[in-house]
């Protein structure tokens, strides 16, 4: 048997990219279909078989999992904010980003369409450079800021081994330039772009499936498009503790051991360092109202709840 990584699935037929660099398409063992499990983009196998005889016969112990669109073993989420049309949804953002805290995986904001409203750029930057996250303001139209972001992405291949894989993700709402940006940064890629509808401000979505495109960096990168926050949902992730959400919010960690109580919820207390941190300006106030309203939803949340 070889191990390698899934990079595509389309049908039951998946592609998997050996460790030695070749490819094969393959199907998976019917165990699997029987047990209720299938190979995901990113998942790391192990193909019994060559040829036409090849399946893939072990799906490995998975780092994280993303339900929808599937994808295993994320290394780094870019999360897509537009400037406008539509308007950035915060909460969103800051959701996910929580999310990727909680799994592990890094993450970097890129604040898109900058060109049709600097103003709100700056702004968006501010809020997550504050809160210790990467940004990186572009325009696909422009060509700002991609040779910035290029060359990050890029650098992400020196944090492995030879032969070792790093798998990204670009999501953002629908409408806020994925594809666009992809195919700025990656024109080999041709992904497929929608038009915004100017009648109800919603992108028209275009991505279809997930599928795993290497980079310049020696094929050791890959980026992935999704198609979209409502869409994207992590293993579980609804059984993410109250008592763990301070601590995935970045900007919050100075301030988590100052406050007057050791039980504080960091939503309404008196003597709440966290507070004094958003009064002052040193933590964003939109930060912490996102932080407010996933609190309201973890909090009434319980194990045994599905």
């Known amino acids: 048997m070889r191990n390698g990584t899934v990079i595509k699935g389309v049908g039951g037929l998946y592609t998997v990219l050996f460790d030695g660099g070749d490819e094969i398409e393959c199907r998976a063992r019917g165990v699997f279909r029987r047990e209720r499990i299938s190979p995901t983009v990113g998942d790391r196998v192990a193909v019994a078989g ?10 490995y112990e998975r780092r994280n999992l993303l339900l929808r669109p599937p994808m295993a073993n994320l290394d780094m989420i870019f999360a897509v904010i537009p400037t406008c049309e539509p ?10 980003l929580s999310i990727a805290e909680h799994a592990d995986i890094d993450a970097a904001v890129i604040v898109t369409k900058c060109e049709l409203d600097g103003g709100a750029a700056s702004r968006v930057a501010d809020i997550y450079g504050r809160a210790g996250y990467g940004v990186f303001p572009v325009s696909a139209r422009t060509g700002e800021g991609i040779g910035a972001l290029s060359s990050f992405i890029d650098s992400l291949g020196e944090r492995v081994g030879a032969g070792a894989l790093i798998a990204t993700a670009f999501a953002g709402a629908s409408g806020a330039g994925k594809s666009t940006l992809l195919n700025a940064l990656y024109p080999e890629l041709k992904l497929g772009t929608g038009e915004l509808s100017r009648k109800i401000a919603r992108g028209k979505q275009t991505t279809r499936h ?30 993410f503790s109250v008592e763990a959400l301070p601590f995935t919010f ?16 960091h939503v309404c207390e008196d003597g709440c360092a966290v507070i004094a941190a958003v009064k002052s300006g040193a933590i964003p106030r939109e930060r912490h109202d996102s932080y407010r309203a996933l609190y309201a939803i973890l909090k009434n949340k319980r194990p045994w709840d599905k």
């Not at 915060?90 to 996910?96: A, I």
């Open 87 to 96: 308007a950035p949804d915060l909460g969103s953002v800051d959701k996910m």
């Open 210 to 239: 997930v599928e795993l495109y290497p980079t310049r960096q020696s094929g050791r990168v890959y980026v992935a498009d999704t198609p979209g926050f409502s869409l994207l949902d992590f293993e579980r992730f609804d059984f």
């Open 250 to 265: 970045r900007e919050f960690e100075p301030y988590l051991t100052k406050c007057r109580y050791t039980k504080c919820t």
């Open 50 to 59: 060559e040829g036409g005889e090849a399946v893939i016969d072990v799906i």
